[in-house]
């Protein structure tokens, strides 16, 4: 009987790379992250949980880099590069949400505007339409990535005579408003392929 259509196990080379290495890191964060705002409320604790979010929050901009130059883009980092981004904000925004530092309705949000932009790419996807990613959406997650950093240093984190919680409130919204106005770009691009198809 002959074997299954690809069967042949993929080589380890194509899965143990520096890329996938840094997307595994961002994963990893995810429990410290949370074990430190669940544990002592002090500032020392805050900033350990700021500096490891914003060092694991940094690796999705080499990751992707590094493996484009290199070409070692793998089915796998495909999959997982996306999926840590989203676990590690959801992880964040949850402990901060805990410590009553982010509205709740803030996070909701946040949280269902990547719920739908993800289920629209997937369905632009096996419809054949691609939908290239915008300015709005990269300036957005950057926004978000240091918003999250400075809410997490808390209130008794002050150098520099800033008040770094209070700029990260004031940058989560600047996020969450081109979160929105990101979002509804990327489903009129959508609309407007779906029609550019069916009048071809």
Do not use: C
């Amino acid at each position: 009987m002959s074997s299954p259509i690809n069967s042949s196990p993929i080589p380890s080379s194509r899965v143990y790379n520096l890329p996938n290495a840094l997307t595994a890191i961002r994963i990893v964060a995810i429990p410290a992250v949370v074990a430190l705002v669940y544990g002592r409320n002090t500032a020392w604790n805050d900033f350990w949980a700021a500096a490891l979010f914003g060092f694991a929050f940094w690796t999705d901009f080499f990751d992707g880099m590094i493996a484009r130059r290199t070409k070692t883009i793998t089915r796998l980092g495909k999959i997982m590069d996306p999926m840590a981004d989203k676990l590690l904000v959801l992880a964040a925004l949850l402990m901060l949400i805990h410590l009553h530092r982010v509205q709740v309705i803030t996070a909701i949000l946040l949280l269902s505007r990547e719920i739908a932009v993800s289920g629209l790419r997937s369905l632009a996807g096996s419809e054949g339409i691609f939908i290239p990613s915008i300015l709005s959406a990269k300036i957005k997650t950057w926004l978000e990535g240091f918003a999250i950093a400075f809410l997490l240093l808390g209130p008794e984190n002050r150098w520099l005579g800033i008040e770094w919680m209070e700029l990260g409130g004031v940058l989560l919204y600047a996020a969450l408003a081109l979160a929105l106005w990101s979002a509804a770009i990327y489903f009129r691009n959508y609309y407007e392929g779906t029609v550019s198809d069916a009048a071809a």
